[in-house]
């Protein structure tokens, strides 16, 4: 348990309910990934500028670079938000939600209910080191995105926008230990379910 996540989360708890496990989230691999794309498309850059600006090639390249030195601002823009949202991002599983507390000014909380995974309305699945619950209507609407490998640039990668479909998705993006918290979900679930049956 992450002390720091936990006392974040805590003041946003129903009665009765208790963290079983807070973390947040640890994702290099996708800030690494967008660096060596600004890396590579800058020095791209850099190489188009030295070409002699007088030849035809050279007034080409250059209309080239402004077009890519574009590209890689967009990249730093939407790196730097990815990174904001990364680091003020807060997951915890407790007895009765998985909680998603994540913002850039404020924090606003979202809960998914687990007594949910044990009906047909709502899924969950572990890839890599992210857990996503999600809406299983989302599967039957053709041409909707998998909600495995949704994530549109310049949004929160906590909370992303499905489009093409109706219903919800949330993610629990860079987890370390992703199949021991996806096992204390769907453990605490079934205990919802197995109570319901007392």
Request: with cysteine.
């Amino acid at each position: 348990m992450d002390p720091e996540a936990s006392t974040q989360i805590a003041p946003h708890l129903l009665a009765g309910e208790s963290i079983l496990w807070s973390g947040r989230p640890h994702e290099t691999r996708s800030i690494v990934i967008r660096v060596a794309i600004v890396v590579t498309l800058g020095a791209i850059v850099l190489a188009m500028r030295l070409l002699a600006p007088e030849s035809n090639l050279g007034v080409a390249m250059n209309q080239s670079a402004i077009l890519l030195a574009a590209i890689v601002m967009l990249f730093v823009g939407e790196g730097a938000l990815f990174h904001s949202y990364i680091s003020s991002t807060f997951y915890a599983v407790t007895n009765q939600r998985v909680i998603i507390l994540t913002g850039l000014r404020e924090h606003q909380a979202v809960g998914v209910l687990l007594d949910r995974l044990n009906g047909p309305l709502m899924k969950v699945r572990r890839h890599l080191a992210t857990i996503t619950l999600y809406a299983s209507a989302i599967e039957s609407v053709p041409g909707a995105i998998d909600p495995m490998l949704a994530y549109i640039p310049f949004s929160n990668p906590s909370l992303p926008q499905i489009w093409g479909a109706r219903g919800e998705c949330y993610k629990l993006v860079g987890i370390h230990d992703t199949a021991h918290v996806y096992e204390l979900i769907l453990n605490a679930a079934r205990e919802l379910d197995d109570a319901e049956y007392r």
